[in-house]
């Protein structure tokens, strides 16, 4: 009997961990391109249109601002102060306090002036990757803005809302939007066209030189003539005026007509502050028929005016840019003190001044100035171009001053 054996022989391979890691990433990698291939032979190719569409520009800009400025990021809701490198993007927010003003800059070359107590939202500043066309979208949320467009290329939409009206703004355009606090709004065109559509929709055409107003359910006057500023005339700007011997000055305050427009009287102020702060206004009169009045015993110091008019309709101007005069006693020549200066950049050619001078002095630098009035003093001043020292002026009350070189380059002391 035979007997047969079945053997079986076997051949053990060794493989190394690695090249079983590298077979499944390779498994991997090919489900992942079979995957991607599908997909692009069913909905096509998911990157075909980048680098064809719409570039984001850089953020509006601020030109100049001074005072208290904010900005509220729509992003994350934070408050913060403005600086001359901030950008503001769709959705941000600028509020100015009762001390603030701000220029800006935006994507279609437009320019737009905050005024105190306000608040402005850019709403959209978007330019083409060509540059040849923008869209810009500002909302009046309260108080007044100004803007002024350069030309535009065809398709270009500049637009400011409030919470009545919207406004399309043509090119060569200056105007004024007003919201105040009772609901009623304004709109003043100097120059060019706007067209305004209402809350109803309907659209009404403006040219430069009328005035509109809008009550608080909305409804939109008929035009009228605009009425312009007033044009100060005495004192002029940096008049120095000698007090009386009471220790006191009268000064006869001064204006002409507006150039267009019929005022029925006008509204004056006085104040130690160039924004009018409440705190800072020492004289205010209204419904003054006549086109000058005496504003009297003033002390020593640097005081403000400015002046609007209104008309019968009760349409009102704009406020004249403020004035500057100065009250003063003879001087006996004695040095005033300014000690400890100090300039802190805050960006660009925007410097913060700091120093300590008796009170009752006042410090003057690059156009800027403050009455000193706790020992210590800070003035926020925009330096010329490529100035490397500033000239700080400190003034006393009885007529004396004096001059101080600073540095600007790291905030050096100053000298005589």
Not at 194 to 202: A, K, L, N, V, Y
Not at 331 to 353: D, K, P, T
């Amino acid at each position: 009997m035979i007997t047969k054996t079945n053997r079986f022989a076997f051949d053990w391979w060794v493989v190394q961990k690695r090249t079983i890691y590298l077979g499944i990433a390779i498994l991997v990698l090919c489900g992942l391109a079979g995957a991607a291939s599908l997909y692009v032979w069913k909905f096509g190719n998911p990157l075909r249109n980048v680098g064809t569409g719409v570039k984001t520009p850089a953020g509006a800009r601020f030109i100049s601002f001074e005072g208290d400025v904010r900005v509220i990021r729509a992003s994350t809701r934070e408050t913060i102060t403005a600086k001359s490198d901030t950008e503001l993007y769709p959705g941000d927010a600028v509020q100015t306090q009762e001390s603030g003003r701000a220029r800006i800059g935006m994507a279609d070359g437009s320019t737009l002036i905050v005024r105190p107590n306000s608040i402005i939202t850019v709403r959209d500043n978007v330019r083409d990757d060509d540059g040849k066309r923008t869209n810009v979208h500002v909302v009046v949320d309260s108080g007044q803005m100004s803007v002024r467009t350069e030309q535009q290329p065809e398709g270009t939409t500049n637009v400011v809302e409030t919470p009545k009206t919207s406004s399309k703004l043509g090119e060569g355009t200056g105007a004024s939007f007003g919201v105040n606090p009772e609901g009623t709004e304004e709109i003043r065109v100097n120059a060019g066209a706007i067209e305004t559509t209402d809350q109803s929709g309907q659209k009404l055409s403006l040219v430069g030189g009328q005035y509109v107003a809008v009550n608080p359910s909305g409804t939109v006057s008929r035009p009228q003539r605009l009425l312009e500023v007033p044009v100060p005339s005495q004192p002029r700007d940096l008049d120095k005026l000698i007090v009386g011997t009471n220790g006191s000055a009268t000064v006869a305050l001064k204006w002409l007509r507006p150039p267009s427009g019929a005022a029925a009287y006008y509204r004056v102020e006085v104040a130690t502050s160039p924004f009018f702060v409440a705190d800072g206004r020492v004289i205010e009169r209204d419904q003054l028929v006549a086109m000058e009045f005496n504003a009297s015993d003033l002390r020593p110091g640097v005081y403000f005016w400015r002046v609007r008019a209104t008309a019968a309709t009760g349409q009102t101007s704009d406020w004249s840019d403020p004035k500057k005069f100065v009250v003063t006693s003879k001087g006996s020549g004695s040095q005033v003190a300014a000690s400890n200066l100090s300039a802190e950049l805050l960006g660009g050619n925007i410097y913060l001044v700091r120093g300590e001078a008796e009170p009752g002095t006042t410090i003057r630098a690059v156009g800027r100035e403050t009455l000193v009035s706790t020992g210590k003093f800070q003035v926020q001043i925009t330096a010329p171009a490529g100035a490397k020292e500033i000239t700080v002026e400190a003034l006393d009350p009885s007529g004396n001053s004096s001059s101080y070189k600073l540095a600007l380059s790291g905030g050096g002391r100053g000298r005589d």
